[in-house]
T-cell receptor, first 114, second 114 residues
Framework: DQQVKQNSPSLSVQEGRISILNCDYT??????FLWYKKYPAEGPTFLIS?????DKNEDGRFTVFLNKSAKHLSLHIVPSQPGDSAVYFC?????????????FGAGTRLTVKP | DADVTQTPRNRITKTGKRIMLECSQT?????MYWYRQDPGLGLRLIYY???????NKGEISDGYSVSRQAQAKFSLSLESAIPNQTALYFC?????????????FGPGTRLLVL
């Protein structure tokens, strides 16, 4: 069972515009959510995270929003740049001792066109 | 130099062969993980280790075994490889010292089982 779902396999946006990547989860025990970015031939790299006690976390051009009642989170990239083109994975985990049990979505491939 | 390294980066093997994938880290982290990535499924946890003496099965451990030789080294073995173990394998680490940690990934090993 996929507890973390990214329903859009791909997204294409114009440089300078906003990119919005979405993620849904089913396990109400998840309390920590992360976004990773992956370039070809490289491992995923951490981008931004949010704890379930918050509904928004911002880091430069990247903002993650969490809607616990809808079990939904989104990543906003403003403004989008060609270097942001990558696969983005949403991940979620449940508590310190379950940090091992991090579940990942299938990923969304973002293409930012110049 | 990369903090988390994986060897080999690419491997082709035949059904029934035993192979080992190796992971080393210089981050000084206690926790290490092995994941596999398949198209449309994201990353799934195979095994994880909280320290040298603590090894645990993940979501999909059947057909795999691991060895934590030292804090810095964590190996994944396929005792008798089969074609559906063809995938991209990632090693990851995390400090293991605070709540809600980020995991740091190696560059991956692409495995093809013929």
């Amino acid at each position: 069972d996929q507890q973390v779902k990214q329903n859009s396999p791909s997204l294409s946006v114009q440089e300078g515009r906003i990119s919005i990547l979405n993620c849904d989860y089913t396990n109400s025990m998840f309390d920590y959510f992360l976004w990773y970015k992956k370039y070809p031939a490289e491992g995923p790299t951490f981008l931004i995270s949010i704890s379930s006690i918050k509904d928004k976390n911002e880091d430069g051009r990247f903002t993650v929003f969490l809607n616990k009642s809808a079990k939904h989170l989104s990543l906003h990239i403003v403004p989008s740049q060609p270097g942001d083109s990558a696969v983005y994975f949403c991940a979620a985990s449940a508590g310190y001792w379950n940090n091992n049990d991090m579940r990942f979505g299938a990923g969304t491939r973002l293409t930012v066109k110049p | 130099d990369a903090d988390v390294t994986q060897t080999p980066r690419n491997r082709i093997t035949k059904t029934g062969k035993r192979i080992m994938l190796e992971c080393s880290q210089t981050k000084g982290h206690d926790r290490m993980y092995w994941y596999r990535q398949d198209p449309g499924l994201g990353l799934r946890l195979i095994y994880y280790s909280f320290d040298v003496k603590d090894i645990n099965k993940g979501e999909i451990s059947d057909g795999y075994s691991v060895s934590r030789q030292a804090q810095a080294k964590f190996s994944l073995s396929l005792e008798s490889a089969i074609p559906n173990q063809t995938a991209l394998y990632f090693c990851a680490t995390s400090p293991g010292r605070r709540y809600q940690e980020t995991q740091y990934f190696g560059p991956g090993t692409r495995l093809l089982v013929l």
